[in-house]
């Protein structure tokens, strides 16, 4: 049976010897590696089509995984596995696409026919192997050799250390395509418009109250139509304008904490809370519900050249996902 103890000191001699093989890696860029993984970035990025991303068994797990990060960032990428591909899948490869296969020997047979067409079609070939004399190797138009650096266990050197190391590749592959075409959080958001990280790349225009619903009043409005106009507006709030410029805001906790015998004669002016905290309509969700929680408030208005143009409330960010 496995003790505490053994099991803390097998976990940390698995993570340290992966840990190491990645600053490995990172060396290897810095040296024999970094010219193959710039022209594999250039011929990955050029291709008019998908990168079509293959290999086998524990090469096909993390193939999947690269393919999905690199459609997740910018590039579109599919998996096609190589078995399938020897039976009809081979056409979802085009002349337009480039092929980034895996395989730790090099020599995965399933992979030949996948090889055989990329030649026939004279499709780019990527690879990603530890074996620079291997059969995938010498047919890559780019071969990135991984420095070996063996598994995590010599008795059972299951696919560990190699896999780790061959999604981190992935990964440098994806980022630096990312980062060559300049992609913005604005372009993730815009592919990635579900679940909480989506919702708080949206932009505050995306979800904002605006014209004819934007609860506004001049400073010189009476109290009564400063209720009429808040109840209308249905975000407990008013803006108040002074020439089309935002110069306060009343809220309904302005109205409670000043509400006495004189209150219904006052004018929005004398109720309002003046310089109130704006948002631009271009600044992402992320940041209205920081100020918004920071300043313990409800609704924020959006504004341009000190004109308001639209506004938030917490129930609209609720709604979108923001939480």
């Not at 024999?32 to 250039?42: C, N």
Request: with cysteine; glycine share 8%; net charge negative.
């Amino acid at each position: 049976m496995t003790t505490d103890t053994a099991a803390r000191a097998s976990a940390k001699r698995v993570i340290e010897a992966e840990a190491e093989a990645l600053h490995a890696l990172a060396r290897a860029i810095d040296g024999p590696l970094g010219a193959p993984f710039a022209k594999a970035v250039a011929l990955l990025d050029a291709a008019k089509g998908r990168a079509i991303i293959t290999g086998m068994g524990k090469s096909g797990h993390i193939a999947r995984k690269i393919a999905a990060t690199m459609a997740s960032t910018g590039r579109p990428a599919t998996f096609v596995h190589p078995a399938e591909a020897s039976h009809g899948d081979l056409g979802m490869i085009t002349e337009d696409d480039c092929v980034l296969a895996l395989s730790r020997s090099g020599e995965t047979s399933e992979l030949n026919d996948l090889l055989f067409h990329c030649h026939r079609l004279k499709i780019p070939l990527v690879a990603i192997t530890f074996k620079p004399e291997s059969t995938l190797a010498k047919a890559a138009d780019v071969a990135l050799i991984l420095p070996e650096c063996g598994e995590a266990s010599v008795d059972a050197p299951a696919p560990t250390t190699s896999t780790t190391m061959s999604i981190a590749m992935g990964d440098a592959l994806a980022i630096a395509m990312l980062e060559a075409k300049g992609f913005t959080a604005d372009h993730f958001g815009a592919i990635h418009p579900g679940g909480k990280l989506g919702a708080l790349l949206k932009r505050v225009r995306d979800v904002m109250r605006t014209a004819p619903g934007l609860p506004l009043v001049e400073p010189s409005t009476p109290t009564p139509d400063v209720l009429k106009a808040m109840s209308e507006g249905g975000i407990g709030c008013v803006g108040v304008v002074k020439g089309g410029v935002l110069i306060g805001v009343v809220t309904d906790g302005d109205l409670r904490r000043r509400l006495d015998a004189a209150a219904f004669s006052k004018t929005a002016e004398a109720l309002m809370t003046p310089s109130p905290k704006t948002i631009a309509p271009d600044a992402p969700l992320a940041d209205a519900i920081v100020l918004m929680t920071d300043m313990r408030i409800t609704a924020l208005f959006a504004v341009e050249n000190e004109k308001p143009v639209g506004v938030v409330h917490m129930h609209d960010l609720l709604s979108a996902g923001v939480r």
